[in-house]
């Protein structure tokens, strides 16, 4: 039985994705989730966020041996298979597979790779690469008990993304309030139907797989409003005038409904919004330098007067955010925290 796989994704960057990551991977293993984050983005932010220089320098070092993604799919670019990777065991219930910058030289591989897998010719190596990433993912995941997966990836539509988002069970989408993440909607939603049918036709032309492939269900679970301070309770105008276009964007875009067919709520209201999440900017710099999320931070971290009552603020938000995703991709909460 696989392990399911979450990715957060969006062709806009700058939306706070990683952040969204590193801290509900923290979340949800708070709440007693096994989690196993890994970091398909070559700018490996995610990994930054949870490890410090020195112990990166160690993992890109030349004997470091498979202490990366990208060290544990390289085989792959002669004629070997994915290797295990070492992941990082972050806390009891938190693991990470280190990102690389040297993923990137991947992408060549990968993309070359879609085509082969189509037709009469032998399958088993393009099939071998294309599902890399989630064959590495399962086997880590495996071996640390991990009840989820969380991919985080880079800001495009290229090779690496789709290899992951073929992996991938559940997609969230994190979203600004701004005209940038309505267009990258509109990119990014027939972008995924397209992978999730080419996908589909390439797995049903193996009639005999030689090993087991990922479903490629990329269902997309719903999207968060990322807004803009902590301090605001609701929305301003400026971004007030992007949030309301949003539910109806995502649903013709993402889930390719037709515009008009059926009413479509206030984003206060949709279902698809998963959160409209504050961005806690006052709180990020004490997280980073604590090494911490920032619903952890203590007085000692500088957490203290209006900063303490952010950080009970953004454990509440986070906390019902896991609990709302948890609830939607059917992945069982041990009890309550």
């Known amino acids: 039985m696989s392990i399911p796989v979450l990715t957060f994704f969006n062709n806009k960057g700058g939306v706070g994705k990683t952040s969204l990551v590193y801290h509900l991977s923290a979340m949800f293993a708070n709440l007693g989730v096994r989690v196993l984050a890994v970091d398909l983005d070559p700018q490996a932010n995610l990994t930054a966020a949870f490890l410090d220089e ?3 320098a160690e993992l ?19 004629v070997g298979d994915f290797a295990p990777v070492a992941y990082q065991k972050i806390e009891e219930r938190l693991a990470l597979i280190p990102g690389d910058l040297a993923l990137s030289s991947f992408e060549d591989e990968l993309s070359g790779t879609w085509a082969q897998a189509l037709g009469d010719k032998n399958k ?7 599902t890399a990433f989630w064959r590495a993912a399962q086997e880590s995941a495996d071996r640390f008990h991990a009840d989820l997966i969380v991919f985080d990836v880079g800001p495009n539509l290229g090779a690496i993304n789709r290899a992951a988002l073929l992996a991938s069970n ?3 989408v994190p979203l600004g309030a701004d005209l940038f993440s309505l267009q990258g909607l509109r990119n990014l939603g027939p972008t995924l139907r397209e992978w999730r049918a080419g996908w589909e036709k390439r797995r049903n032309e193996w009639v ?14 719903g999207y968060v409003a990322m807004r803009h301070g902590v301090r605001l309770t609701r929305p301003v105008k400026a971004y007030t005038r992007w949030l309301d276009q949003i539910p109806a964007e995502f649903r013709h875009s993402v889930l390719g409904e037709t515009p008009g067919f059926m009413p479509v709520p206030p984003i206060e209201s949709d279902p698809y919004c998963l959160a409209m ?14 090494r911490k999320p920032i619903f952890a931070l203590r007085s000692a971290d500088g957490a203290i007067g209006a900063h303490a009552s952010a950080v009970t603020s953004a454990y509440a938000d986070f906390k019902a955010l896991a609990t709302e995703i948890a609830a939607r991709i059917g992945l069982a909460l041990p009890g309550n925290h």
Request: proline share 12%.
């Open 277 to 290: 999440l504050k961005n806690y900017n006052s709180l990020m710099p004490l997280g980073q330098e604590a």
């Open 54 to 56: 020195d112990r990166l």
């Open 170 to 172: 559940h997609v969230i």
């Open 208 to 221: 005999a797989p030689e090993f087991t492939l990922p479903p490629g269900d990329m269902v997309p679970t």
């Open 124 to 130: 088993t190596r393009p099939f071998r690469i294309l």
């Open 60 to 78: 890109w070092g030349a004997d470091a041996g498979v202490s990366t993604i990208f060290r544990s799919v390289e085989p792959l670019t002669d």
